[in-house]
């Protein structure tokens, strides 16, 4: 049992020393891999845990989407993808649309790799500057 403590302290404290760009990432390779199980689940027909990876991968588009800070006139842009993949993705679960499905984990996944990006080129910058 105590070793199990250690792992969750070992957990938090590599979180807490992410950059808010490490975290975005994280939170979108998430959203790809509930995505990506999703669509395995429809195919074997397990409509319902379908649903649930669908609904872990809408929680964590809608987090994203309320972290927006709007003073940056990116963040009207995200805002609109996020809400776009919110609502494609209620109706690809609704219609067990796999294709959508596939669609929207291919923006979820350039988004990812964007911020991977972004991200370290802003630790690069901080590192020359």
Same mark, same amino acid.
């Given at each position: 049992m105590q070793h199990a403590n250690v792992l969750e302290q070992y957990k938090m404290q590599s979180l807490e020393t992410l950059t808010s760009g490490e975290v975005v990432v994280k939170l979108l390779e998430e959203a790809s891999k509930q995505l990506s199980i999703s669509i395995f689940l429809i195919n074997r027909d397990n409509i319902a845990k379908s649903y649930?990876?669908?609904s872990k991968a809408? =929680? !964590? !588009? &809608? #987090?994203? $989407?309320h972290s927006l800070d709007m003073n940056y006139a !990116? &963040? *009207?842009?995200? =805002?609109?993808?996020? $809400?776009?993949m919110f609502g494609s993705l209620s109706k690809a679960i609704v219609e067990k649309d796999t294709g959508? *499905?596939?669609? *929207? %984990? &291919?923006l979820v996944d350039d %988004?990812? $790799? #964007?911020f991977k990006q972004a991200d370290k080129l802003a630790r690069s910058g901080k590192q020359h500057g």
């Open positions: 649930d990876c669908v809408q =929680r !964590i !588009i &809608s #987090t994203l $989407n !990116i &963040s *009207i842009e995200l =805002r609109d993808m996020y $809400n776009f959508l *499905i596939k669609d *929207i %984990l &291919s %988004l990812k $790799n #964007t």
